[in-house]
């Protein structure tokens, strides 16, 4: 075939940066990349697990009651050396909060309670320890007994407000949902709640079911585009204070946390690829040159002076395992992790304390380059970031945001030749 | 070929057990989220295969409700083709249930577009009677709330031929058909230019002749000379009808000539980007077609092509100032090429222009879709999302590459709605003005 012009053309897509992995970290990691000017390529197979656990901002759920957060990283930073927390270090975790915060302005802002971990609760009627939450969900930080009336719909399976009631010591109601013959989705309940008319049906049945609650609880679907225009609306209907409470995935603040990124980053002109899924990278020597991405059937090139790891743990891609062990498929690094399959669980399932599966992951230096076991630099151009860091156990320890937003903006910062 | 493909069978058609039910998919997919009628990709993709069996009747009647658009393929972090196993269902289930007169019309306008040109303020008057919409709607099932496209009197292809011919006679008294400012390295005459080919979609060559009109000009002035290979309809009415054979006909015929102009060294590139999507990742492996990946590898948005060329610094970029307010939206079918959004990143090197990208999922087209009268109700009310943006944003244009999701924002705002071509050439060429 002869050869056309565009071929050696096309080798040259050429950024400062590529983000792989377009979870929280990936995102952040772009956005952090961004503001110092870096042209940014972020490429992604899927969403990541935003819009599978993430609801509010998690940093280190795990603390005890009362204490400051702030305090309770310093500690855990002396305490745990190895852990990726230590290596970003108390002040760039805080920048690196404040930096998402500021990507959500009023009317939709995250805050703290107090600069500790609050506890909300969860659609299994639970009380669950975060730290930055949506103003939708203040509101359940605040419940008392017998004060808040939570409110779930007939044919929507992930949310029984009875149940949740029962075991908060308050009432529920299950409302019928109105034309509807099928089940409902979050998402599709998410946008009937934008729509006027269907929130007043819904106000004025809940205001008919309310005695003397104060509160109103409700799943966390209260819009995807304008949550707070709908909680507002709701409170002066009902004369109640309304909030959300995190349920099962798909999850609609997840997914607002994704939106707002992704109407962020292509506003400030970064090449945006969802959907794209990385099969192979290219180095030479120690460098990493490039990335091939195979869209069946063709593979395009693309090509960078740096790039960030932040492919997520084994939901997002990021590692995969087979029947001996767990390995990282696109860079082909190292993976810390136990040495036999026999030691990737505990006998016990229920043992009380983490799997040892969980702390597998990639090696790195003080940098979030990635290492070998003995330390040795593996790739001087590359950075991790994200769940898919070792030395973490972020299901336990409630920390899986915290973690993404910090080591995201860490690596992006480092990557950008702008540390400490 | 070295960096060619991956070997095929790498990549399965039908992977449903990789799928962990996480629901991601359910986030984004524009029909469930407005109707319960349609269980969403989760349920109707990986969930339903798995009771689906070659040689016992379909079940599931919904399944004709996926509107194609394949945003539900491009969240799976676990890589589930659903869009593609929803297509294949449907194909089973119209094999077995029929399909009406209706479908084969809406499929088939590559066979009757001339027609509609040649007698095109007739065709254009009976369209928007409210008469004849009553009855097409009565008897075809084509919603008369629907308005139909217009036909343009004279064809794209009409219009190039004579184009061809003006070039051509400057050419004889050696002036160059433009004038190439700054910048070496291009070829004033036009005999020696670089060719591409153009691959320009049936919808355009009757409809919007204007788009391709552009679409020549930009690449005249950025020193190529298009040629147009022959080409039928690329065949997406007909897969996203579940026709598998009539679109596997069309690829047929459109394989071997786009071949025929990439061998002799010109590559490929699109305006629609539903008939580029189609051509590019379809025809290879859903179709089975031969040598499709040779075609695929040399076969560009033009947009993406402009990029290239601009990454090369190849691209004119004398721009003249547009004080224009607009809204660009990107169709599904263009981020389900993974090429990002070229068209935004070129247009906003256009002084003057203010440009907001549309955050909105799907316009609710789908195609021939949004033409069905029991389809009707569904694809306005997924449109409805994307016209509460635009009202928002109160833009004087939209802009979008894909002429469904202009026919639809046309049909839901009243606004005026163009291919960023247009504006592009506008921007670039001094006899034109714009006008509103």
């Known amino acids: 075939m002869n050869p056309c012009i565009l071929e050696p053309l096309k080798e040259r897509m050429h950024f400062d940066l590529i983000v792989i992995g377009m979870g929280l970290s990936g995102l952040m990691a772009a956005k952090t990349a961004t503001e110092i000017g870096q042209k940014t390529l972020i490429i992604g197979k899927g969403m990541g697990s935003l819009c599978l656990f993430s609801n509010t901002i998690d940093v280190l759920g795990q603390l005890p009651n009362g204490i400051k957060m702030k305090d309770g990283l310093s500690h855990w930073i002396k305490d745990y050396p190895g852990h990726p927390y230590a290596k970003v270090g108390v002040e760039k975790i805080e920048n690196a909060l404040s930096s998402f915060l500021s990507l959500f302005p009023p009317p939709y802002p995250f805050q703290t309670i107090d600069h500790r971990n609050c506890l909300l609760p969860t659609g299994a009627g639970t009380f669950r320890p975060t730290y930055l939450i949506p103003i939708t969900m203040v509101g359940g930080s605040l419940i008392k007994e017998g004060q808040t009336l939570f409110v779930g719909f007939k044919g929507f399976k992930d949310f029984y407000a009875q149940y949740v009631a029962d075991q908060l010591k308050c009432r529920g109601v299950t409302l019928p949902l109105p034309n509807t013959s099928y089940e409902m989705t979050a998402i599709a309940l998410s946008r009937l709640m934008e729509i006027k008319s269907f929130r007043e049906n819904i106000g004025q049945e809940i205001k008919k079911h309310l005695r003397h609650e104060t509160q109103v609880g409700f799943p966390a679907f209260l819009g995807l585009n304008h949550p707070i225009q709908v909680k507002e609306n709701l409170e002066e209907m009902m004369g109640a204070q309304v909030f959300e409470i995190p349920i099962l995935p798909p999850s609609i603040p997840g997914k607002r946390i994704f939106n707002r990124f992704k109407e962020w980053l292509i506003q400030k002109g970064v090449t945006f690829s969802l959907g794209s899924s990385v099969s192979k990278v290219i180095t030479k020597g120690k460098r990493c040159e490039g ?60 043992a009380g304390h983490s799997q040892p599966i969980h702390q597998a992951g990639i090696l790195t230096d003080l940098s979030l380059r990635p290492v070998n076991e003995r330390g040795d630099q593996i790739l001087e151009n590359v950075w991790i970031s994200g769940t898919i860091l070792a030395n973490h156990h972020c299901i336990d320890e409630k920390s899986r945001e915290g973690i993404e937003i910090a080591t995201g903006y860490m690596a992006a910062k480092q990557a950008s030749g702008i540390s400490t | 070929m070295k960096d060619g493909p991956m070997k095929k069978q790498s990549w399965p058609k039908k992977n449903v057990d990789v799928c962990i039910r996480c629901a991601t998919c359910m986030a984004v997919c524009p029909v469930s989220r407005v109707t319960s009628k349609f269980p969403g990709p989760k349920q109707a993709g990986p969930g339903a295969e798995r009771f689906r069996r070659m040689g016992e009747p379909s079940v599931d009647d919904w399944i004709d409700l996926c509107i194609g658009c394949h945003l539900c393929d491009m969240v799976c972090s676990s890589g589930v083709n659903i869009s593609e196993l929803n297509l294949l269902a449907k194909a089973k289930y119209l094999d077995e249930k029929g399909r009406p007169f209706r479908d084969w ?45 217009d036909y343009e009197p004279s064809t794209f292809r009409q219009w190039f031929k004579k184009h061809r011919s003006q070039v051509h006679q400057i050419k004889e008294g050696d002036h160059p058909p433009f004038k190439k400012k700054g910048k070496e390295g291009f070829e004033h005459h036009f005999m020696e230019r670089k060719k591409v080919g153009y691959f320009y979609g049936c919808y355009m060559n009757t409809n919007e002749v204007d788009v391709g009109r552009a679409t020549v000009q930009v690449l005249e002035v950025n020193g190529f000379e298009v040629i147009l290979p022959l080409q039928k309809c690329c065949g997406i009415p007909m897969l996203g009808n579940g026709n598998f054979k009539g679109a596997r006909k069309m690829a047929c015929y459109n394989v071997p000539s786009l071949l025929k102009t990439i061998v002799s060294g010109s590559d490929i590139i699109f305006s629609s980007t539903s008939c580029g999507h189609m051509i590019k990742h379809e025809y290879s492996h859903l179709l089975s077609i031969p040598r499709a990946d040779e075609v695929a590898l040399h076969l560009f948005d033009i947009f993406e092509f402009l990029r290239n060329l601009k990454e090369l610094n190849g691209l004119d970029t004398h721009f003249k100032e547009l004080p224009l307010k607009a809204a660009y939206f990107a169709p599904c079918h263009l981020r389900a090429l993974g090429i990002g959004l070229p068209a935004l990143e070129i247009l906003r090197l256009i002084p003057g222009l203010t440009l907001d990208n549309i955050e909105a999922d799907c316009c609710g087209m789908g195609g021939t879709f949004g033409f069905k009268k029991e389809k009707y109700e569904i694809s306005e009310e997924i449109g409805r999302d994307l016209a509460e943006v635009i009202d928002r944003l109160k833009p004087e244009i939209i802009l979008s590459d894909c002429e469904g999701c202009r026919m639809q924002i046309r049909h839901l705002t009243g606004l005026k709605v163009s291919h960023p071509i247009q504006i592009l050439r506008d921007a670039l060429l001094p006899e034109t003005k714009f006008t509103l």
């Not at chain 1, 790039?307 to 190292?334: M, N, Q, S, W, Y």
Request: hydrophobic content about 45%; aromatic content about 18%; overall charge positive.
């Open chain 2, 105 to 149: 019309l809406l499929t088939h306008s590559y066979l009757y577009g001339w027609v509609g040109s040649f007698l095109s303020p007739f065709v254009n008057f009976l369209f928007r009677n409210s008469m004849i919409r009553w009855v097409g709607e009565a008897i075809l099932k084509i919603d008369r709330r629907r308005k139909l496209p």
């Open chain 1, 291 to 350: 990335i091939e991405v195979f869209h069946p059937p063709v593979t395009t090139s693309f090509f960078a002076d740096r790039f960030i790891l932040a492919t997520g743990r084994f939901i997002g891609g990021g590692l995969r395992a087979d029947r001996e062990k767990v390995f990282e498929p696109i860079c082909h690094l190292p993976v810390h992790q136990p040495r036999s399959r026999e030691d990737w669980f505990e006998k016990n399932f229920f």
